[in-house]
C-alpha cells in the first residue's frame, strides 16, 4: 500500500527525534530501508546546520539519488560544506542530466568550483549539455544509456550489458548505432533474453525507431512518452547521430513542472520554480501584481460600459441586478470552453486547422445550454419580478451571451498558439475579462433595442 511506503508526519517526527538523541546508528539503518525520494523529503525538513551532517550519514549507495531530489537550495547547503574531495565522489555518482540539472541552479562562484573538481571528460560533457536551450530535449537527456552494435551476437550482447549496466540510467531499453553512433535500431533486455545466443542484433533489433533531435521542445518529447508508454527515448542530433536519451522519470517531471505553470498562468500568476513555503511574499507579490494591474486596467472597461447605458438601467433598475449573474455566467463558460482547448491542444487532440469545426461545435453546445439558462432566468423574473419586458431582455442576453462566451473560450486559445503564444494566457482570468465587457454591450444592446421599440 501507498500509505506503508511514503513518509508521513509521523515518520518524519520519529527520524527528527532519532536525529536529536544523537541515535545515529538507528538513524542510518532507517535510511537503508527508505527509499531516496523520501529520505529527500525529511532532509528538506532539517535546519540550515544539520543537513551535511546527515547526508553523510546516507549510505553511499543511496546518496547520489538523495541529492538528485533535494531542492536546489538544499543542494547548495551540502556541497558549501563538503570538501573538494567529498564533491568530487559526489559528481563521480551523479547521472549526467542530474549533475547538469544541479549545476544549472548553482551560483557562479559553486559552478566553477564544481567544474574544476570533475574529470575533463565530463566536464566537456557537461558543458556540451549546458549549451542546450533550457526547454529543449537536449536539457533534460542523458549520456549514461546502453549502446550496441548490430554485428554483435545475442550472447555477446548480454555480456556488454552486464559489464556496463550499473553505470547506465536505463538498462531496459538498449540502442543500437554504427561507428558514426548514427541510430539503426532499437532492442530491449526482454527480446534479447528470448533470443537464440547466436543471432545478430541486427537481426532482432526493430528498425523503425522513434526518436526526437536535441533542439525539439522538451514538453513535445514528454508527449512522445504519454503516447507510446515508453520508458525512454533516444535523442539524436541534426546527423541522426545518438547523442543521449530521455527516461520517463524526467518525462514526467517535465510534464508536472508543465501543468504546474500552465496552472499559474490560468490563474494570472507569473510562473515561479520555488515551491509557495519557500518563497518570499515580496516574490509572490511581484508575480501577482503585473496581472492583476492588467486585468484591473480591462476591468476599468466594464464601469465605462456601465456609464455609457446608464439610460438603460435608470430606466429600468431591475436589469442592473442581474448584471453580475449575466457576467459571472459568460465568465464561466468561457472558461469551460477554454480549458478543454488548452487540454485538447496539450494532447495533441486539436489544431488550429479544427478551428471552425470548434466553433460549429460550441456554437450548437452553448446554444443549448443558453436557451436552458435562459428559460430558467425568464421563469425566475417573471414568478418574482412579473415584469415580462425585463425577462424578455435577460433571456435573449443570456444566449446570446453564452454562445459568445463559448466561442471566444474556444477560438482565443487556438489564435494564440497560432501566434506562438503560451495557449494557458487565454485562460480564465483574460477571457472572463474580455466576455464580461462583450456581455454588457450585448446585455444593454439588447435592452436598448426593446425599450425603443416599446416607446
Known sequence: MIEEIMYDEQQIEYL???????????????????????????????????????????????????????????????????????????????????????????????????????????????????????????SIMTAEYTRLKKDMTVAEAITHLRAVGEDRETIYTLYVTDEQRKLEGVTSVRTLLLANDDERIGQIMERDVIFATTDVDREEVAKLFHRYDFLSIPIVDQENRLVGIVTVDDAVDVLQDETTEDFEKMAAISPSEKPYLKTSFLELGKNRIMWLLILMGSGMLNGLILQKNEVAWTTMPLLVSFVPMLTGTGGNVGAQSSTLMIRGMTLGEIKFSDIFKVIIKESATSLIIGVVLAALSFLRIIIFNKDIVAASILALAMIFTVVMAAIIGGVLPLVAKKLKIDPALMAAPLITTIVDATALVIYFGIATGIMSLIN
Not at 22 to 40: G, N, S
Not at 67 to 89: C, G, I, K, M, P
Open 16 to 138: 527528527t527525534d532519532l536525529l536529536a538523541n544523537k541515535k545515529y546508528a538507528q538513524l542510518i539503518y532507517e535510511f537503508r530501508h527508505d527509499h531516496e525520494v523520501d529520505v529527500a523529503r525529511f532532509m528538506e525538513t532539517l535546519p540550515d546546520d544539520e543537513t551535511a551532517f546527515v547526508f553523510r550519514m546516507l549510505p553511499k549507495e543511496m546518496s547520489a539519488e538523495v541529492f538528485a531530489h533535494l531542492e536546489s537550495e538544499t543542494q547548495l547547503r551540502v556541497v558549501e560544506a563538503f570538501t573538494d574531495e567529498e564533491t568530487t565522489n559526489m559528481l563521480n555518482q551523479l547521472f549526467i542530466d542530474d549533475a547538469v540539472d544541479f549545476i544549472e541552479e548553482m551560483p557562479a562562484n559553486m559552478v566553477n568550483r564544481i567544474l574544476r573538481l570533475v574529470s575533463p571528460a565530463k566536464r566537456q560533457l557537461i558543458n556540451r549539455y549546458l549549451q542546450y536551450p533550457e526547454d529543449s530535449a537536449g
